[in-house]
């Protein structure tokens, strides 16, 4: 075996041991930083705050992961995705809640009252911010000795807005927020594209170098 083949071989398996190596550092961070990800959100709770505009927030970390494994880690989430055909990339889902105590003023219209017996229509229509409405209409009466109601019209509509955002420690989280006064927002969702967040890294060039710096010894030494 010459010199020449020997210095290839040399550079080649240097090079080769290089890329490998590369790789699997690469493949062990991105798996820690998945990990890290994953182990975070299945542990965390709901958080809520008021914001600089003082709208009620809530946030919530996210799985990442793929749709298969998703089942497994919450399988409340993967049945609701259920629900959704073609290929997702990122699945949200979120529950609203409010709660008022305030004392309601009805609005009558069309006030009937015949003798012992009566009916009236009734609005409830509250005045909340653009984007939001709750409207309720309905009949009530009542006759002799008893009463009666029926809601006729049911109308609810929120301004909710929902995202995905990367927090200061890398993490990322779900958040959402809504102008409903006192509207608080149970979220939770998953990225199901892991490459979104931790793309992989690009090919290193050190083994093709390697290679190519190898053949060149090899020519260079025959040409001698």
């Not at 005045?127 to 709750?134: I, Q, S, T």
């Not at 009949?139 to 029926?150: K, L």
């Amino acid at each position: 075996m010459t010199r020449a083949v020997l210095i290839a071989l040399t550079v080649v398996g240097a090079a080769a041991y290089a890329y490998w190596s590369q790789a699997e550092i690469d493949r062990l961070r991105r798996s820690e930083a998945l990990a890290k990800q994953n182990i975070s959100a299945l542990s965390d709770t709901l958080r809520t705050v008021e914001n600089e505009k003082g709208e009620i927030e809530s946030s919530r970390l996210v799985l990442v992961m793929e749709r298969d494994d998703l089942k497994l880690s919450n399988l409340r989430l993967s049945d609701r995705l259920g629900r959704i055909s073609g290929r997702l990339e990122v699945a949200l889902s979120a529950l609203a809640e409010v709660e008022s105590r305030d004392t309601t003023n009805l609005v009558l219209i069309d006030s009937e009252l015949v003798d012992s017996a009566g009916s009236w229509s009734w609005t409830y229509d509250p005045v909340l911010p653009v984007g939001n409405r709750l409207l309720v209409e309905g009949r009530s009466g009542f006759v002799s000795d008893s009463a009666w109601t029926e809601i006729t019209r049911h109308l609810v509509a929120v301004d909710l807005v929902v995202a995905i955002r990367k927090r200061e420690d890398g993490l990322r989280e779900a958040v959402a927020h809504s102008t409903w006064p006192g509207l608080r927002v149970n979220i939770e969702g998953a990225i199901l594209e892991p490459d979104m967040v931790l793309p992989p890294k690009r090919r290193s060039w050190t083994l093709p170098f390697g290679v190519g710096f190898a053949a060149g010894v090899v020519l260079w030494e025959l040409a001698r």
